[in-house]
């Protein structure tokens, strides 16, 4: 069988061929259906506001301090923690921390540790996502994961 490096013989190339040999072997392992896949840099979590309602929510990573946000309808948010090592798909919890009711005056607040996304990207489409839904009447939110 006639490996690569016999198929083609890269010393003594100039930089133009030298890409050229780069192409032709990129497109050699992608005719191979090898799959070269991303190094993960990030944990990402996405959270949306799916109700009418403005929510305000405040979130952490790990021991960190609360910060507030505040989402409007229909708006997305999405937070990442960068990995000290590539591929290290470790990083602190993510929490966050609302009132769940919606009537003037009342508190009920909900905590929640988040699932998060290892990715090589800290874009929407990467993160776990959650979406704030009403829970049953129009008097309660909760945040449940978003499976679409």
Do not use: C
Not at 79 to 91: A, K, L, M, T
């Amino acid at each position: 069988m006639t490996t690569m490096s016999q198929m083609f013989n890269f010393r003594g190339m100039n930089a133009i061929s030298s890409r050229m040999s780069i192409a032709l072997v990129t497109l050699l392992v992608m005719a191979a259906g090898i799959t070269v896949t991303a190094t993960n840099r990030f944990a990402v979590v996405g959270v949306e506001n799916g109700t009418q309602v403005t929510i305000r929510l405040q979130h952490k990573w790990g021991d960190g301090a609360w910060r507030t946000d505040v989402l409007q309808p229909g708006q997305r948010k999405w937070f990442w923690q960068q990995y000290d090592e590539p591929n290290e798909n470790r990083s602190p919890k993510f929490f966050v921390r609302f009132d769940s009711d919606l009537n003037p005056g009342e508190v009920f607040n909900i905590n929640y540790a988040l699932k998060k996304n290892a990715q090589p990207a800290h874009e929407w489409a990467n993160a776990h996502k959650y979406i704030f839904k009403y829970d049953g009447s129009r008097k309660y939110i909760d945040l449940l994961e978003n499976r679409n």
